[in-house]
Structures are given as structure tokens and as C-alpha cells.
């Protein structure tokens, strides 16, 4: 699906996001440079395309034709942190609307929300990001997230907190 498609689409687009949770035993697992927040860490990248271009978010992307949900969220993982990672519950679905200055749909997403843990990899942006961190969730407000991304985060560390954490295997790009 190319940007164009998405823009004033004829039907909502199906997309995934992720919240990869760190902590310091997956932090020995992954290649990163910067010490991993204590006891948690919250993965972020920063969007190079519309919507949210150049703001900080959730990694994640829209649902190929023939795929998925799984695999999807371990692709979009993959492609724009460089994180393998294990899927885990869902923590949300909900609706991504952006309208134009006209109060047309520039933007409709149906967005599925996932609780996930990176297994292996090297964190760095891919070709769609021009950022990637590691934040502290209790240190957000520099990363200047959406409302709905940091309820997202907030549930996604409740359910890790309340031993909701129970991950599928690693996801490759497998259908």
C-alpha cells in the first residue's frame, strides 16, 4: 500500500501497533548503546511520513493483503525499530480518524493495539523513521505523545504489572 492510498481512502485501513515493552533481562538480549530505563522501558520511533510526520509514536503500520495481525506487527517491528520480537496480547482497537480543514476523512484507521517484548536484534530506525528510543514511561512528556498513545502505554504496563504478559513465539515474516 503506497501513502497515497491512505490519504482520503474509500474504506478504513487496518493497522497494527505495538507497545515493546524493555525490560533489563530483554534489554541483554537486544543491541542497544543507551542504558535501558529501570524497570521499564517503552520503544518509540519517530514517524518520517504522514499521518504524524516527525512526532514521536508507537511503532506499528497498516495490515498487508494475505497477512496477519501477528506477522503484520512483527513486520512493522521489525522494519522500523530492527527488534524481533514476541507478540503478546491485545491491549486495544480503535479508530484513527483525521479529517482536512473541509471535515473530510483524510485519514481513517482501524488501529489493533499490542502488548509485545523484543526476543533479539539491533535497535535502530528503519527507512520510515528517522528515530527510534528507548523511553521511560514515567518520563514521556519530552516525546510530546497523542493522548491515545499514552493511554495505550499506560494499559500496556498495567497488564505487564498484572502478569498479563504472556507472549506468543517469536513472529517472523511468516503468514
Not at 497515497?4 to 493497522?15: C, E, T
Not at 486495544?92 to 473530510?104: G, H, Q, T, Y
Not at 530506525?125 to 528510543?133: E, I, K, L
Request: overall charge negative.
Amino acid at each position: 500500500m503506497t501513502t497515497s492510498d491512505r490519504v482520503y481512502p474509500a474504506r478504513p485501513i487496518v493497522g497494527v501497533g505495538a507497545v515493546v515493552v524493555v525490560s533489563a533481562e530483554d534489554a541483554a538480549r537486544i543491541a542497544y548503546p543507551d542504558p535501558v530505563p529501570q524497570p521499564l522501558g517503552v520503544v518509540l520511533i519517530k514517524r518520517r511520513f504522514e499521518p504524524l510526520a516527525g512526532e514521536w509514536s508507537l511503532p506499528g503500520g497498516a495490515v498487508e493483503v494475505g497477512e496477519t495481525l501477528d506477522a503484520c506487527v512483527a513486520r512493522e517491528i521489525a522494519e522500523e525499530t530492527g527488534l524481533m520480537i514476541a507478540v503478546g496480547p491485545v491491549i486495544e482497537v480503535f479508530d484513527r480518524i483525521v479529517l482536512d480543514p473541509d471535515r473530510r476523512v483524510k485519514y481513517h484507521f482501524v488501529l489493533v493495539d499490542y502488548l509485545c517484548r523484543p526476543m533479539a536484534g539491533r535497535l535502530q530506525h528503519g527507512s520510515d523513521t528517522s528515530a527510534v528510543t528507548i523511553a521511560d514511561p514515567a518520563r514521556l512528556e519530552p516525546f510530546a505523545l497523542t493522548a491515545k498513545a499514552l493511554a495505550v502505554i499506560a494499559r500496556a504496563l498495567e497488564m505487564t504489572r498484572g502478569g498479563e504478559r504472556q507472549y506468543n513465539h517469536p513472529v517472523g515474516n511468516q503468514q
